[in-house]
């Protein structure tokens, strides 16, 4: 029996095999999933911005992409996982409303800059990435397969 | 500056749900000529809440859901987002347009263009209450319309507060046709600094 667990707004978890990680409405947000396949052992983060460094409060260390791999990635060893084995799949990072140009509106892209260039120092390869557009996503992510399904209003439902 | 929500005194917060008030009661109003039809509104309400509980109000954050967004500047840059399901808002539009209800549940063209004008009037009608209240200048952007889930709308307005804090101050009014048939959310997530001029204007700032 898996179970499927809920991973909020600015939230991280880490599962072992089977269990399902979800997370609901994916804007600008992105779900971060990894996965060490010989410990078994899947987690997902959900953030919302890219960066802790300018944030005037960074308490909450699972908003932000260079924080919550880090502590995704220490919550996974505890659990058996080693960093050197670790795969990631992304998704979300949109932009659902055009106003302007202004740089605020592209927090999504900006997210989904940075996810990468984080999982690329921790040395953490990227398999799949289902980023940007103007749509949500709602994510789970299969710690079994390591498949990641996404489902979006309109644009149908994919597994990647 | 209140950096954090939670520092609100209870008169502050009563101060901000009575901008809720005279905001909606003229926005209902309007509502209320458009479709000429009577409107009723709730009583506003004010929250302090963390990110994840903003979509909550709406049904969660997966719901399908069509939203309407305001940009605010001037003398408090806020943003407004004005979310309804589906179902309501084919059906304000078919009252805009006056169709006959068909019950139906999707969106043509036309029917986000009357969605998105039906916003721009509660907002600016929304906002004008509050400037006269306020001596404030309040200008809204165009509206930008998106039909997604209720949590992908809201995540990208929220997270302009995610470098400040984890919570977010909204004025929630909720519209109504008949006893019952909620029509729609009004969110006013004034940006932090915005606060202090709003609190400033209102004399409670202290």
Redesign the interface.
């Known amino acids: 029996m898996s179970n499927l667990l809920q991973v909020g707004m600015a939230d991280l978890k880490a599962v072992r095999t089977p269990d399902r990680l979800m997370t609901a409405g994916l804007g600008s947000c992105i779900g971060i999933c990894l996965l060490d396949r010989i410990a078994k052992v899947g987690g997902m983060a959900h953030i919302m911005l890219p960066s802790s460094q300018q944030a005037r409060s960074n308490q909450n260390r699972a908003k932000f992409a260079d924080t919550a791999v880090e502590d995704l990635i220490v919550e996974m060893e505890r659990m058996g996982a080693s960093p050197k084995r670790l795969t990631a799949k992304i998704a979300g990072g949109s932009q659902m409303f055009n106003i302007g140009s202004s740089e605020i509106m592209k927090i999504g892209e900006r997210n989904a800059r940075a996810v990468v260039e984080v999982l690329g120092q921790k040395g953490i390869r990227i398999l799949a990435q289902d980023t940007g557009g103007n749509y949500g996503r709602t994510i789970i992510f299969d710690s079994d397969t390591g498949e990641l399904l996404i489902r979006t209003i309109g644009q149908g439902e994919r597994i990647i | 500056m209140i950096?954090d929500f939670r520092d609100l005194s209870g008169i502050q917060l009563d101060a901000l749900k009575e901008i809720g008030n005279i905001g909606a009661g003229n926005a209902a109003t309007a509502l209320a000529v458009m479709t000429q039809d009577r409107i009723d509104m709730s009583v506003p309400q004010v929250g302090i809440m963390p990110?994840?509980k903003v979509?909550e109000l709406v049904g969660?954050?997966?719901i399908?859901v069509v939203?309407v967004?305001f940009?605010v500047t001037g003398s408090a840059n806020s943003n407004i987002l004005f979310i309804l399901s589906i179902e309501k808002a084919v059906l304000l539009a078919e009252l805009l347009m006056g169709l006959p209800p068909s019950h139906g549940n999707s969106l043509g063209d036309m029917e986000m263009s009357a969605v998105a004008e039906a916003g721009n009037i509660i907002s600016g009608t929304y906002l004008n209450a509050l400037a006269m209240f306020t001596q404030m200048t309040l200008i809204p952007?165009?509206p930008?319309v998106?039909?997604?889930?209720?949590?992908?709308?809201?995540?990208?307005v929220?997270?302009?507060y995610?470098?400040?804090?984890?919570y977010v101050l909204v004025l929630e009014n909720m519209f109504k046709k008949g006893d019952l048939d909620v029509i729609g959310h009004l969110f006013l997530i004034p940006e932090p600094g915005a606060l202090d001029s709003i609190l400033t204007a209102l004399g409670v700032n202290y």
Do not use: C, N, T, W
């Open positions: 950096e990110f994840d979509a969660g954050p997966d399908p939203g967004y940009q952007s165009v930008a998106g039909v997604d889930m209720a949590g992908a709308l809201l995540d990208g929220l997270a302009r995610g470098e400040i804090g984890d």
